[in-house]
């Protein structure tokens, strides 16, 4: 034994067979009958043996797994995603490896190149909040990993997306504040170098101008959209002298930290101050008042990244072609925003 691990020689020895024998057998070789390939399996269990999975996969240059990047797992958005991935890779017969960036380009990166050196397959990526150049990733393409983008996406030709419609999402949720009576709509954004914010940012811009309200940069406050930016941005906007009557953020993490630090401050939700978010956290329906928000199917998009990628793993290299698939969202009412019945 090396290491005290079970080897195909200590099989073999403990038959009289030879190892080449036992090798194929446990790789269900056909030129090995089965009453042979069934000694060596009783042994081989009977013993403890673990296949090496690493030189089998070094053989067929293949290792059957597929990394994840993430910005949080903490996120219901994510965890949900994660598990669509996890459930449609198993089905497949691969392995997951799950990484969180904590919102760190640094780590992100550090990450990227570990999971490259570890061979896997393929890639699931979400990028980070500081992910705002994304020449780095172009190393996937160099190694001929394929690398497939969801929920936050970088604008690099040759990738498959799956995204949702963040401008229909972003439109809708500002149109329900506008329909509810808000005139004065604040909005809380993410940073604008990336595509999901830019494009909740534009829904917003569009449903003001559909409905002839003019933009007012001093509504639009960018953040990380942490929990302490949906304070600190809902004190810049008592601070200011715009009677302000509605607010769409670009998350519910934001949205629900201004509700509640604006409740404290004597204001009502929504009779006062309307407010929409966006993801649609478990925590959303139970808090008071719930909050209204767009929906984003995570479990779905997991499952679909994920068959994109093994697709692309297990076709020809230079026979893919990328492809974006765009998810719908929809706009979950609550009483965060019903002022009246539309």
Do not use: W
């Amino acid at each position: 034994m090396e290491n005290g691990k079970v080897t195909i020689h200590d099989i073999a020895k403990e038959l009289n067979i030879d190892s080449s024998t036992v090798s194929r057998a446990l790789s269900n070789n056909p030129r090995v009958k089965q009453k042979t390939k069934d000694r060596i399996l009783e042994k081989a269990n009977e013993m403890g043996y673990q296949r090496n999975l690493l030189a089998s996969s070094l053989r067929n240059n293949k290792t059957n797994t597929i990394g994840v990047i993430v910005p949080r797992i903490s996120r219901h958005f994510f965890s949900s995603a994660i598990a669509g991935i996890e459930e449609t890779a198993y089905e497949a017969g691969y392995n997951v490896i799950i990484c969180q960036s904590l919102e760190q380009l640094n780590r992100e990166q550090k990450i990227a190149n570990t999971l490259l050196a570890n061979r896997v397959d393929g890639v699931l990526i979400s990028v980070s909040m500081e992910t705002t150049d994304s020449d780095y990733l172009q190393i996937f393409k160099k190694n001929g990993t394929p690398l497939v983008f969801f929920d936050r996406h970088c604008d690099i030709p040759g990738n498959s997306n799956v995204v949702i419609d963040d401008f229909q999402g972003g439109f809708d949720a500002t149109e329900h504040l506008i329909l509810q009576g808000c005139k004065k709509i604040a909005h809380f954004s993410g940073p604008q170098e990336l595509e999901i914010y830019k494009n909740r940012f534009k829904g917003y811009k569009s449903a003001l101008e559909k409905h002839n309200i003019k933009l007012d940069s001093n509504l639009v406050i960018p953040s990380k959209l942490m929990e302490i930016d949906g304070i600190e941005s809902a004190k810049k906007l008592l601070s200011q002298t715009i009677p302000i009557d509605g607010i769409f953020s670009s998350n519910d993490t934001a949205a629900i930290s201004a509700l509640q630090y604006l409740k404290g401050k004597g204001i009502k939700i929504p009779e006062d101050i309307a407010i929409v978010g966006f993801s649609n956290e478990p925590i959303s329906s139970v808090i008071e008042p719930s909050l209204t928000t767009i929906d984003q199917p995570g479990f779905e998009m997991g499952k679909i990244a994920a068959n994109l990628l093994l697709a692309q793993i297990n076709n020809k290299p230079g026979t893919i072609v990328a492809e974006t698939i765009i998810l719908k969202p929809v706009l979950i009412k609550r009483n965060s925003s019903k002022k009246i019945s539309e």
